[in-house]
């Protein structure tokens, strides 16, 4: 954006557009109508367009003007959360935030979000809070939570929710396995021996999107047993129950191994969520950093694979 856009400006545009009469205009920003008609004109002359149109009718936004407009509200609005929240941090009136997890979400992305937190907001604390994902969208409705890092899909308009992981599914099988030998599995060859799941009734929308996704590539599923935990996954692949599909991010225990599969892109995926109505202080700083991180990782991806292919999302 221009030089030229200097803060002062962007409310006088604001001011204009929201009266579309310069008089008005002027009126509420306690300066004289021909002084703010001028920074505008000499504005709109250093920018090579018209923000505005002047006529016998009155004041009209253009279309390029619609844009500045709307840059201009944004600033502004920006810098006014900023400077609330840097109030609110300097007099230590900067709530807790209470941060709700599963325990198939990466501990590396809860270290991650604390150390930009702590970064963002110095000296504020963040409280966690570990459950699975039934229950702690119970609590963020209950208010209980602020926020919550939560595996995908999450289908509710109650919720705000930003992705913010995708990371690919691995087959997860022991170290002795005969399979261990093989760099890549088909899914055909190993599905029947994938046996192990994350139990139904704590994400009913993530096993069924997992069941879809052995639909389309022709295979049902064989849930033998199920896990409320990352370690009781691993613990019935240990004991020969059989194969489970984890995050490539997945701490493993001793004795276990991962191979990633052939032929299908399924991928584990990560969101912050919160209720629509939250009203942490916070929240909207993160958001955008989160919203902002997850846009450059997402344009860094495709600039090192080209075409990048359709992913089959889901968090087992």
């Not at 919720?159 to 599995?185: F, G, H, M, N």
Request: net charge negative; charged share 25%.
């Amino acid at each position: 954006m221009s030089d030229s856009l200097e803060f002062r400006l962007l409310r006088y545009i604001v001011a204009v557009a929201e009266t579309l009469n310069f008089t008005r205009a002027a009126e509420r920003l306690y300066l004289a109508q021909p002084s703010l008609s001028r920074q505008i004109r000499d504005l709109e002359e250093d920018l090579g367009f018209s923000i505005f149109d002047r006529t016998r009718e009155g004041v009209r936004i253009t279309p390029a003007g619609e844009m500045i407009v709307a840059y201009a509200r944004e600033i502004l609005r920006s810098s006014d959360e900023v400077v609330s929240m840097a109030r609110a941090v300097h007099l230590g009136r900067v709530p807790p935030l209470r941060l709700g997890f599963s325990s198939f979400v990466s501990m590396n992305l809860l270290q991650s979000f604390r150390v930009k937190y702590e970064a963002m907001f110095p000296g504020c604390q963040i409280q966690l809070a570990g459950g699975d994902p039934t229950q702690v969208l119970q609590r963020i409705n209950q208010r209980a939570l602020d926020c919550a890092i939560l595996p995908m899909p999450i289908d509710n308009d109650l919720y705000y929710v930003q992705q913010i992981s995708e990371s690919p599914l691995v087959v997860c099988l022991r170290s002795d396995d005969p399979l261990a030998s093989q760099t890549l599995l088909d899914i055909q060859d190993v599905a029947h021996r994938i046996k192990i799941f994350r139990d139904p009734e704590l994400q009913p929308a993530a096993h069924s999107r997992l069941s879809e996704m052995f639909e389309e590539v022709g295979i049902q599923m064989h849930l033998a047993c199920s896990a409320s935990t990352p370690s009781d996954m691993q613990w019935m692949v240990k004991a020969g129950y059989g194969l489970a599909l984890i995050d490539q991010m997945s701490a493993l225990d001793h004795g276990l191994t991962t191979r990633p599969i052939a032929g299908v892109n399924w991928t584990s995926d990560t969101a912050f969520v919160h209720h629509n109505r939250a009203d942490h202080i916070a929240l909207a700083f993160i958001e955008r950093s989160l919203s902002q991180h997850w846009r450059d990782d997402r344009r860094k991806k495709r600039s090192s694979e080209g075409v990048r292919p359709e992913q089959l999302k889901l968090l087992v």
